[in-house]
């Protein structure tokens, strides 16, 4: 037989195109989903030297912009429906810790205002959150 013996020999090279297709979809699902992870309600925090703690994986977060319009994650709050919003948010749970961001023009006549609700509805393990480390550094405006 006057075959070429190449052509019956195994082939111990690896396929990559697989592995390539399957990480550019990964890649595409955490580009699309790392966004839908933050919270959007832009608020100018003012600064803090105080160590960074750590913080739940799905942290309850209750903002005050500018506008005053209390949100919490994302969607607005209606004024004196801030208990049944937590509640429907946590299942009731109160002993789960609010993640509370305030606008550094707020006054804290009104801040003091949203802390008695929260301490009325129940919910006491409330963390206040200011800008950490080197952005804190970096505010000009920051108290010591």
Not at 71 to 96: F, I
């Amino acid at each position: 037989m006057g075959g070429n013996q190449d052509e019956d020999a195994e082939v111990s090279e690896i396929n990559v195109t697989p592995f390539i297709d399957v990480m550019l979809v990964l890649l595409i699902v955490f580009m699309v989903a790392a966004p839908l992870s933050t919270v959007d309600v832009p608020v100018n925090l003012p600064a803090s030297a105080a160590q960074p703690q750590q913080r739940p994986d799905e942290p309850l977060w209750l903002s005050l912009g500018l506008d005053r319009v209390l949100s919490l994650g994302n969607e607005p709050v209606s004024e004196g429906g801030l208990q049944a919003a937590l509640d429907a948010k946590t299942g009731g749970d109160r002993e789960q810790a609010v993640f509370f961001r305030a606008d550094k023009e707020i006054p804290y006549g009104e801040l003091m205002v949203i802390l008695d609700e929260l301490r009325v509805a129940g919910y006491l393990k409330v963390a206040l959150v200011g800008l950490e480390g080197a952005a804190a550094a970096a505010d000009p405006g920051a108290a010591p």
